[in-house]
């Protein structure tokens, strides 16, 4: 019959789309802000201090995979890796179009009495709980699950206060095919929500 045929050639295509070869793939993580940071300088001032991000995640050499329905596994890394170096360097850039220079010191304490021998206005450290896609490809397409959680310490001289937040969003969606270009595109995009949510309302 017509439709059985056309089932069978959709079928087919998605195993060729599918059954790509497996390796590893490096994304190209970048925060780029969508909303209007103006503002965020009156709250931390025009230098900020960043300590070197903590990845406390239980697999850090990989951010993703993706698994075809052959079976075969595809895994994501980031650019730059490791996944600190790439939020650290795109959260530097982005500040730093907004007035904000950041300057990196190699530890924090995280306490508010170090704020009184900070030299710059404010002091950031972020760590890394969980940021991972998982993609399980079948006849019906490729089921994609992403989450991404920063848990966000800012200490703000003027205020002499430590404040804490932890930052969480997960996305999931149903794609005809998964490709490194568009897990790379949804994963900056959770990127761009949390630190954009974040920096409109650190404190």
Request: neutral net charge; contains cysteine; charged residues 25%.
């Amino acid at each position: 019959m017509k439709w059985l045929r056309c089932l069978l050639i959709v079928s087919l295509t998605i195993l060729v789309w599918e059954g790509a070869e497996a390796g590893t793939y490096s994304l190209n993580l970048r925060y780029q802000p969508l909303k209007d940071l103006s503002s965020l300088q009156g709250k931390i001032g025009s230098t900020l201090a960043m300590a070197p991000l903590k990845d406390a995640r239980p697999e850090t050499l990989y951010i993703g995979r993706h698994t075809n329905v052959e079976g075969d596994v595809t895994y994501f890394r980031s650019n730059p890796f490791p996944l600190e170096k790439a939020i650290g360097e795109s959260l530097s850039e982005a500040l730093s179009r907004h007035g904000i220079k950041t300057i990196p010191i190699p530890s924090w304490d995280d306490k508010p009495e170090s704020l009184k021998n900070m030299e710059t206005d404010s002091v950031l450290m972020i760590e890394i709980k969980r940021f991972w896609t998982e993609g399980n490809g079948s006849l019906l397409g490729t089921k994609v699950k992403a989450g991404v959680q920063l848990v966000i310490h800012l200490g703000v001289r003027k205020e002499g206060k430590i404040f804490t937040r932890n930052m969480e969003v997960e996305k999931e969606m149903t794609v005809p095919r998964s490709t490194p270009e568009r897990v790379e595109t949804m994963m900056n995009q959770m990127l761009t929500e949390i630190f954009d949510s974040y920096f409109s309302n650190p404190y």
